[in-house]
Protein backbone atom coordinates (compact mmCIF):
# COMPACT_ATOMS: atom_id res chain seq x y z
CA UNK A 1 0.00 0.00 0.00
CA UNK A 2 1.72 3.72 -0.60
CA UNK A 3 1.22 5.86 2.25
CA UNK A 4 -0.24 8.86 2.09
CA UNK A 5 1.67 12.51 3.05
CA UNK A 6 -0.57 13.22 5.57
CA UNK A 7 1.04 9.91 7.68
CA UNK A 8 4.04 12.18 7.85
CA UNK A 9 2.97 13.89 10.47
CA UNK A 10 0.20 12.15 12.39
CA UNK A 11 0.84 11.01 15.75
CA UNK A 12 -2.82 8.84 16.27
CA UNK A 13 -5.65 8.17 14.64
CA UNK A 14 -8.57 11.24 14.56
CA UNK A 15 -10.53 9.51 17.27
CA UNK A 16 -7.82 8.90 19.81
CA UNK A 17 -7.86 11.73 21.44
CA UNK A 18 -10.72 10.69 24.61
CA UNK A 19 -9.68 6.99 24.53
CA UNK A 20 -9.58 5.15 27.74
CA UNK A 21 -8.64 2.08 25.88
CA UNK A 22 -8.84 -0.23 22.62
CA UNK A 23 -5.82 1.98 21.22
CA UNK A 24 -3.49 0.31 19.06
CA UNK A 25 0.28 1.61 20.34
CA UNK A 26 2.24 1.23 16.81
CA UNK A 27 6.17 1.14 17.86
CA UNK A 28 7.45 4.18 15.95
CA UNK A 29 11.81 4.39 16.73
CA UNK A 30 12.04 3.29 13.25
CA UNK A 31 11.11 0.98 10.67
CA UNK A 32 7.49 0.98 8.40
CA UNK A 33 5.22 1.68 10.82
CA UNK A 34 3.13 4.18 8.52
CA UNK A 35 2.05 1.48 6.68
CA UNK A 36 0.06 -0.16 9.89
CA UNK A 37 -1.18 3.09 10.62
CA UNK A 38 -2.66 3.34 7.11
CA UNK A 39 -3.75 0.02 7.69
CA UNK A 40 -5.74 0.25 10.69
CA UNK A 41 -7.53 3.69 9.56
CA UNK A 42 -8.59 1.56 6.54
CA UNK A 43 -10.12 -1.09 9.26
CA UNK A 44 -11.34 2.30 11.61
CA UNK A 45 -9.11 0.94 14.17
CA UNK A 46 -7.82 3.86 17.09
CA UNK A 47 -4.03 3.55 16.87
CA UNK A 48 -1.60 5.68 18.63
CA UNK A 49 2.55 5.76 17.76
CA UNK A 50 4.57 5.03 20.40
CA UNK A 51 7.64 6.61 20.36
CA UNK A 52 8.79 7.76 24.22
CA UNK A 53 7.89 5.72 27.22
CA UNK A 54 5.24 8.16 28.32
CA UNK A 55 3.13 7.23 24.62
CA UNK A 56 2.61 3.65 25.89
CA UNK A 57 -0.79 5.06 28.07
CA UNK A 58 -3.28 3.02 29.68
CA UNK A 59 -5.22 3.39 26.33
CA UNK A 60 -2.81 0.87 24.54
CA UNK A 61 -4.41 -2.45 24.39
CA UNK A 62 -3.05 -4.24 21.77
CA UNK A 63 0.97 -3.14 20.22
CA UNK A 64 2.33 -3.42 16.38
CA UNK A 65 5.95 -4.06 16.46
CA UNK A 66 6.92 -2.66 12.31
CA UNK A 67 9.76 -4.08 10.21
CA UNK A 68 12.98 -2.02 9.81
CA UNK A 69 16.56 -3.01 11.04
CA UNK A 70 16.06 -4.81 14.42
CA UNK A 71 19.23 -3.86 16.05
CA UNK A 72 18.42 -0.26 15.46
CA UNK A 73 14.52 -0.34 16.97
CA UNK A 74 16.47 -2.97 19.63
CA UNK A 75 18.53 -0.38 20.69
CA UNK A 76 16.17 2.71 20.32
CA UNK A 77 13.65 0.60 22.67
CA UNK A 78 16.11 0.39 25.41
CA UNK A 79 16.84 4.11 25.26
CA UNK A 80 13.16 5.54 25.32
CA UNK A 81 12.30 2.92 27.51
CA UNK A 82 9.84 1.70 25.71
CA UNK A 83 11.02 -1.96 25.78
CA UNK A 84 10.00 -2.29 29.70
CA UNK A 85 6.39 -1.33 28.47
CA UNK A 86 6.11 -3.57 25.74
CA UNK A 87 7.43 -6.67 27.38
CA UNK A 88 4.85 -5.96 30.31
CA UNK A 89 2.56 -5.58 28.00
CA UNK A 90 3.59 -9.28 26.34
CA UNK A 91 3.77 -11.10 29.89
CA UNK A 92 0.23 -9.80 30.81
CA UNK A 93 -0.56 -12.04 27.38
CA UNK A 94 -2.08 -8.92 25.73
CA UNK A 95 -1.90 -8.92 21.77
CA UNK A 96 0.96 -8.07 19.97
CA UNK A 97 1.64 -8.53 16.07
CA UNK A 98 5.14 -8.10 14.95
CA UNK A 99 6.32 -7.89 11.43
CA UNK A 100 9.80 -8.86 9.68
CA UNK A 101 12.18 -6.34 11.72
CA UNK A 102 8.93 -6.97 14.48
CA UNK A 103 9.07 -10.80 14.07
CA UNK A 104 13.30 -10.76 15.22
CA UNK A 105 12.14 -8.79 18.45
CA UNK A 106 9.69 -11.44 19.55
CA UNK A 107 11.89 -14.50 18.78
CA UNK A 108 12.76 -17.18 22.01
CA UNK A 109 16.30 -17.64 19.89
CA UNK A 110 18.25 -15.82 16.67
CA UNK A 111 20.36 -18.14 14.72
CA UNK A 112 22.46 -15.99 13.58
CA UNK A 113 22.78 -12.73 16.34
CA UNK A 114 24.11 -12.85 19.54
CA UNK A 115 21.00 -10.70 20.80
CA UNK A 116 17.81 -11.63 21.91
CA UNK A 117 14.96 -9.14 22.71
CA UNK A 118 11.59 -9.54 24.35
CA UNK A 119 12.00 -13.57 24.03
CA UNK A 120 8.84 -14.37 23.62
CA UNK A 121 7.64 -16.14 20.37
CA UNK A 122 8.45 -20.01 20.54
CA UNK A 123 10.56 -19.91 17.41
CA UNK A 124 14.28 -20.17 16.55
CA UNK A 125 14.71 -16.90 13.51
CA UNK A 126 16.99 -16.67 11.25
CA UNK A 127 17.78 -12.78 9.94
CA UNK A 128 18.09 -11.63 6.37
CA UNK A 129 17.40 -15.81 5.79
CA UNK A 130 16.99 -15.01 2.07
CA UNK A 131 20.53 -12.93 1.74
CA UNK A 132 20.78 -9.09 2.01
CA UNK A 133 20.86 -8.43 -1.69
CA UNK A 134 18.37 -10.84 -2.96
CA UNK A 135 16.19 -10.94 -0.32
CA UNK A 136 13.02 -9.37 -1.60
CA UNK A 137 10.05 -10.90 -3.79
CA UNK A 138 6.85 -11.57 -3.32
CA UNK A 139 4.72 -14.99 -3.16
CA UNK A 140 1.50 -15.99 -2.14
CA UNK A 141 0.45 -18.64 0.74
CA UNK A 142 -2.61 -19.39 3.20
CA UNK A 143 -1.73 -17.85 6.74
CA UNK A 144 -3.85 -20.27 9.04
CA UNK A 145 -7.35 -19.94 7.83
CA UNK A 146 -6.89 -16.63 5.65
CA UNK A 147 -6.20 -18.07 2.31
CA UNK A 148 -4.32 -16.76 -0.31
CA UNK A 149 -2.78 -13.82 1.05
CA UNK A 150 -0.09 -11.71 -0.97
CA UNK A 151 2.98 -12.27 0.96
CA UNK A 152 5.47 -9.63 0.52
CA UNK A 153 9.36 -9.75 1.34
CA UNK A 154 11.95 -7.74 1.81
CA UNK A 155 15.41 -8.73 3.31
CA UNK A 156 12.94 -10.93 5.61
CA UNK A 157 13.94 -13.41 8.24
CA UNK A 158 12.45 -16.87 8.11
CA UNK A 159 11.94 -19.24 11.10
CA UNK A 160 14.13 -22.37 11.06
CA UNK A 161 12.51 -23.84 14.16
CA UNK A 162 9.38 -23.48 16.16
CA UNK A 163 9.22 -24.91 19.36
CA UNK A 164 5.73 -26.74 20.61
CA UNK A 165 4.02 -23.58 21.99
CA UNK A 166 4.41 -21.40 18.26
CA UNK A 167 1.46 -22.58 15.66
CA UNK A 168 3.21 -22.65 12.24
CA UNK A 169 0.36 -20.02 10.47
CA UNK A 170 2.39 -19.79 6.60
CA UNK A 171 5.61 -21.48 5.22
CA UNK A 172 6.43 -20.75 1.66
CA UNK A 173 8.92 -22.93 -0.08
CA UNK A 174 9.93 -25.34 2.94
CA UNK A 175 10.54 -22.23 5.18
CA UNK A 176 7.93 -21.10 7.89
CA UNK A 177 7.27 -17.66 7.38
CA UNK A 178 4.00 -17.13 10.01
CA UNK A 179 3.41 -17.82 13.34
CA UNK A 180 0.92 -17.76 15.89
CA UNK A 181 0.96 -18.28 19.57
CA UNK A 182 -1.47 -17.34 22.04
CA UNK A 183 -2.02 -13.77 21.27
CA UNK A 184 1.35 -13.34 19.52
CA UNK A 185 1.24 -12.92 16.14
CA UNK A 186 4.57 -12.55 13.46
CA UNK A 187 5.23 -12.92 10.09
CA UNK A 188 8.19 -12.35 8.33
CA UNK A 189 6.43 -10.58 5.37
CA UNK A 190 4.71 -7.26 5.36
CA UNK A 191 0.62 -7.36 5.14
CA UNK A 192 1.10 -3.68 5.68
CA UNK A 193 2.44 -3.51 2.35
CA UNK A 194 -0.56 -4.84 0.47
CA UNK A 195 -3.97 -3.77 0.23
CA UNK A 196 -4.90 -7.30 2.14
CA UNK A 197 -6.48 -6.21 5.37
CA UNK A 198 -7.04 -9.73 6.79
CA UNK A 199 -4.03 -10.40 8.81
CA UNK A 200 -4.88 -7.46 10.36
CA UNK A 201 -8.42 -8.01 10.86
CA UNK A 202 -7.32 -11.37 12.33
CA UNK A 203 -5.07 -9.39 14.60
CA UNK A 204 -7.59 -6.88 15.75
CA UNK A 205 -9.99 -10.17 16.51
CA UNK A 206 -7.16 -11.45 19.19
N1 LIG B 1 16.66 -7.36 7.75
C1 LIG B 1 15.96 -6.72 8.85
C2 LIG B 1 16.53 -7.18 10.18
O1 LIG B 1 17.19 -8.20 10.24
C3 LIG B 1 14.48 -6.98 8.78
C4 LIG B 1 13.93 -6.47 7.47
C5 LIG B 1 12.54 -5.91 7.54
O2 LIG B 1 11.97 -5.69 8.61
N2 LIG B 1 11.99 -5.61 6.38
O3 LIG B 1 16.34 -6.53 11.16
Known amino acids: MVVAVEYISKEASDDVENATHGVTGILAVQGAFAEHAAMLDRLGAPWKLLRAADDFDGSIDRVILPGGESTT ?14 AAHIAAGKPVFGTCAGMILLADRLENDDNVYFAALDATVRR ?22 PLVFIRGPYVVSVGPRAQVMTEV ?9 GNILATAFHPE ?6 IHELFLSL
Open 193 to 198: LTDDTR
Open 73 to 86: QGKLLRSTGLFEKV
Open 128 to 149: NAYGRQLGSFAATADFGEVRDF
Open 173 to 181: NGNVVGLKQ
